[in-house]
């Protein structure tokens, strides 16, 4: 077991990689009441097209069938797995996004016992066709609540307008068509290929003593076999920089109008240190403009063009990115013509060193307020991991930024064919 300390946030970590594969992260926090465990997988809607394990040519399966999978997985063949966390007195959940699947739970008592629960009903799968087509329904009914959300609709719809081949662009949830056709086998296939081990990470943190915990982790899949897995191979279709679709509309049935505007990202491969660094430029420069008492927030505020819904977020992936800027408005038409506009004007700014110093100690003062958070913490690192990042490694890069790399971000961030904008009205 290794042991990793880190001054700067007066934390340590705990990690083994186990026969298996697993890798295990425990962060001991004894002055907490609450235990938070997470179990990912580097598995998310995404993954849609790759080779079956112990097969030779690629497969696409159907939209929608990772989170199809998460939600099978908590159903066995004589329980449902959310009594038996109940009966621990823990709360269990679980999430599937573009490019992970993760189940979880939050405990202050039982705590091995809930983690051994949650290690254990991943890697029991149970699924037969009547539960599967029984499901279907129940996941119709969530796609179409998505459906008549509006800032679900803004957010897909954006999205769709930015990507035009790669399968971000699609719901995670998959449409109700697409569900129609899982079947049991499909959901086997994608659990064999996924779910092993070595591409998963199980991260506790909270109040336990760590040399037992990782005692029963071990202890508890050595019990269990694994083929040796195979090297995953998953396919992405070629995207172009530019958006597929500068501007959508959709009508629903909305009192107050909603606009997006969406940045497409540079997806061009990265190492791991130019990665975080674009991933914190990204973020710093969006909060710099954007926050409360940001220039460009300050101006749509003054031009009456948001509200309190006003948001904003920014996402980088291994092969996409993107930023989003979204608010009820009434005028949608001239809230996106504003933040386009501003947007563009980026190209010709440069920072100060006081800018670039006042939005360092910004960022780091975010992620150290985050870090009281168990949820933060555990979902973060797993975030980072895939990527080969140490979270806790991250207010050092923040440090080290200078101002010709805020400045050279920012001169090349924006492109006009990069930006797509998606607006609600009224029907």
């Not at 700067?8 to 970590?13: A, D, F, L, P």
């Not at 927030?297 to 948001?306: A, F, S, T």
């Not at 980026?346 to 939005?359: A, I, P, S, Y």
């Amino acid at each position: 077991m290794n042991k990793l300390e880190y001054d700067v946030i007066n934390e340590t970590i705990y990690t083994e990689q186990l026969d298996n594969g697993l890798t295990v992260i425990l962060l001991p926090k004894n002055d907490m009441a609450k235990t938070y465990g997470v179990f990912s997988t580097d598995y998310g809607s995404i993954d849609q097209t790759f080779v079956p394990i112990e097969q030779s040519d690629y497969i696409t399966v159907p939209e929608g069938i990772a989170h199809f999978l998460e939600h099978k997985l908590f159903e066995k063949e004589d329980r449902d797995v959310f009594a038996d966390f109940g009966k621990q007195g823990a709360s269990p959940n679980a999430y599937t996004s573009f490019t992970k699947t993760a189940y979880l739970f939050s405990a202050t008592t039982n705590i091995e016992k809930n983690v051994e629960t949650l290690i254990d009903f991943v890697q029991d799968p149970y699924f037969s066709e009547e539960s599967v087509e029984k499901e279907k329904g129940i996941i119709a009914q969530e796609i179409q609540m998505y459906n008549d959300q509006p800032d679900w609709q803004s957010f897909m719809g954006t999205i769709k307008g930015m990507f035009q081949n790669h399968p971000v662009n699609i719901d995670i949830a998959g449409t109700v068509d697409s569900i129609k056709t899982i079947s049991k086998d499909d959901l086997y296939t994608c659990y064999n290929t996924f779910y092993h081990p070595e591409n998963m990470v199980l991260f506790i943190a909270g109040n336990f003593d760590p040399s037992s915990m990782m005692e029963m982790v071990k202890t508890n899949q050595s019990n269990k076999t694994f083929k040796k897995m195979e090297e995953l191979q998953r396919d992405y279709p070629e995207e172009p920089k530019e958006v597929t679709e500068k501007e959508t509309t959709i009508q629903m049935p909305v009192s107050v109008p909603k606009c997006t505007v969406g940045i497409k990202e540079s997806n061009q491969p990265l190492g791991k240190a130019k990665f975080l660094k674009r991933d914190l430029c990204q973020s710093m420069v969006l909060d710099f403009y954007f926050a409360k008492g940001g220039p460009f927030y300050q101006e749509l505020y003054e031009d009456k063009l948001i509200d309190d819904s006003f948001s904003f977020e920014t996402n980088l992936e291994k092969n996409f990115g993107y930023s989003l800027i979204s608010s009820n408005t009434a005028q949608p038409n001239v809230f996106a013509s504003k933040v386009k506009s501003l947007l563009l004007s980026t190209n010709e700014q440069t920072f100060t060193e006081e800018e670039v110093n006042r939005m360092k100690n910004k960022q780091i003062g975010h992620l150290l307020r985050a870090m009281n958070s168990l949820e933060f913490i555990a979902n973060k690192y797993i975030h980072y991991s895939t990527l080969d990042i140490d979270l806790f490694d991250i207010i050092p890069t923040i440090q080290s930024l200078t101002v010709e790399d805020m400045n050279q971000f920012i001169q090349s961030w924006i492109e006009e064919d990069r930006i797509a904008i998606c607006k609600i009205v009224a029907e």
